[in-house]
């Protein structure tokens, strides 16, 4: 049994990672072994990433990065004290799993019908303010403030701390690994958005997702050239997990209650 669960799950990684390796492997090809049949090559050049060059991506990283960032910083500083209100016995947790069942998608024209009234389509803002508060962050926070010990917070009370003190001098620091972990996912999900910055701020404001579509409509097959890119456009997320892999895994193996 163990050695079938461990062939399963041998499939299961070899089947994620053969795309990731093949997209790494295509951005080093030389264009002519692409289409030559013969990608097995030993020939690896870097000509992909010399042709990146004019294409301008580093403004759509900018914004990508900035905004991203951005969303992270808002949702961490909304989810916990939302998250430390669930817990110390607001009953509020049934509206936050209704938002979490809520599809993005079907927010996306009341949202834009709001950030028109609001004069705020095509700016910043539209990229970040919309997604400032998360009810999986607050989930996810609540979840690691569960695990962790109330008669803390009851002690500090006792010994006249206040609500803020407890919250971020206290429950905070036991709360390191949801929060890295609540916020390398918001970053992620944030960077990887594709229609919604198409439809708000398309040419002002341009990201990472909507640079690559536009680059996978412009530049056809070639594959080599779109594998250079979304080579680049992805390293920003697979450094931010390998910086927090431990958190993220320890947040996670904890369990839900």
Do not use: C
């Amino acid at each position: 049994m163990s050695v079938l669960r461990k062939a399963l799950t041998a499939v299961v990684v070899a089947l994620v990672l053969v795309p990731l390796l093949w997209l790494a492997y295509s951005a080093f090809l030389p264009r002519e072994a692409l289409y030559s049949g013969q990608p097995l090559t030993l020939r690896l050049s870097f000509e992909n990433f010399r042709n990146l060059a004019p294409l301008g991506l580093e403004r759509p990283l900018v914004v990508s990065l900035l905004a991203s960032s951005a969303v992270v910083l808002l949702q961490l500083m909304i989810a916990l004290p939302a998250a430390y209100a669930l817990r110390s016995g607001a009953r509020m947790l049934g509206l936050f799993l209704l938002a979490l069942a809520i599809p993005a998608e079907l927010l996306l024209v009341p949202l834009y019908g709001l950030l028109q009234s609001l004069k705020l389509l095509a700016t910043p803002w539209a990229l970040v303010l919309p997604f400032a508060a998360s009810p999986f962050a607050v989930f996810l926070l609540y979840q690691g403030l569960l695990r962790q010990p109330w008669a803390y917070v009851e002690a500090a009370r006792i010994d006249g701390a206040g609500e803020l003190t407890i919250m971020t001098r206290i429950m905070a620091p036991l709360l390191r690994a949801e929060l890295a972990a609540a916020g390398v996912l918001a970053f992620a999900a944030h960077w990887n958005l594709v229609l919604y910055p198409r439809v708000v701020a398309p040419e002002t404001y341009p990201t990472v997702q909507v640079a690559l579509a536009n680059l996978l409509r412009s530049s056809g097959n070639d594959w080599g050239l779109l594998g250079a890119a979304a080579l680049v456009t992805s390293l920003p997320i697979v450094l931010l997990y390998f910086a927090f892999e431990k958190q993220i895994s320890k947040t996670f193996q904890g369990g839900i209650k």
